[in-house]
């Protein structure tokens, strides 16, 4: 258990719809990024969030949009699905000491979306 | 953009054995992480090793790291059917804002009893 919790656990959209998913990250964390899934692939970094402020972004376009809030949790908007966004979502919250990072991520179990 | 590439794709062998896994990655990092997926779930951290660190060890882990041919590989000694999943080496962008873990595709192993 890494006290990342991501819900809903799946969901089924169909394209153009847009999609809301929810990370409540490990307690006394201060950054969360959000990862994207693909089957048979790894995991792919679509963008964090340092302290409430976007701090990098990974090749996904601007209808992948993001919120940290003061609790440190997070959200992650997808705006008109499309049929190759299906694929696990991944949340993972750390402690950074400063902007550079590269420390340890804490998953959680991801959020599985399927476009129809 | 920079990935850890693992080699090899997928590695099957019996309870007991060692499993070494190989990744390489194409420019300056400041750490080298690896991490376990169990099918389909969320990532696991094993172990994170700095680049002016050669070798670390956590229980039946053992990681190396060569920068100069910019590889790493992470050995399982005395495997179990436990073992069984997903595992994906993690580069960072070196001395950049914004940092991230950038991926590999991942070796899949199975160990069998």
């Known amino acids: 258990e890494t006290g990342v919790t991501q819900s809903p656990t799946h969901l089924i959209k169909t394209r153009g719809q847009q999609v809301t998913l929810r990370c409540s990250s490990q307690s006394g964390h201060n950054t969360v990024s959000w990862y994207q899934q693909a089957l048979g692939q790894g995991p792919q970094f679509i963008f964090q969030y340092y302290r409430e402020e976007e701090n990098g972004r990974g090749n996904f376009p601007p209808r992948f949009s993001g919120l940290q809030f003061p609790n440190y949790s997070s959200e992650l908007n997808v705006n008109a699905l499309e049929l190759d966004d299906s694929a696990l979502y991944l949340c993972?919250?750390?402690?950074?000491?400063?902007?550079?990072?590269?420390?340890?991520?804490?998953f959680g179990s991801g959020t599985q979306l399927s476009v129809l | 953009s920079q990935q850890g590439e693992e080699d090899p794709q997928a590695l099957s062998i019996q309870e007991g054995e060692n499993a070494t896994m190989n990744c390489s990655y194409k420019t300056s990092i400041n750490n080298l992480q690896w991490y376990r997926q169990n099918s389909g779930r969320g990532l696991v951290h094993l172990i994170l090793i700095r680049s002016n660190e050669r070798e670390k060890h956590s229980g039946r882990l053992r990681v190396t790291l060569d920068t100069s041919k910019k590889s790493s590989s992470l050995l399982i000694t005395a495997s179990r059917a436990a073992d069984t999943a997903s595992y994906f080496c993690?580069?960072?962008?070196?001395?950049?804002?914004?940092?991230?873990?950038?991926f590999g595709k991942g070796t899949t192993l199975s160990v069998s009893s």
């Open positions: 993972a919250s750390s402690l950074a000491q400063d902007r550079v990072g590269g420390e340890k991520l804490f």
């Open positions: 993690a580069t960072d962008r070196f001395n950049q804002a914004g940092t991230a873990l950038i």
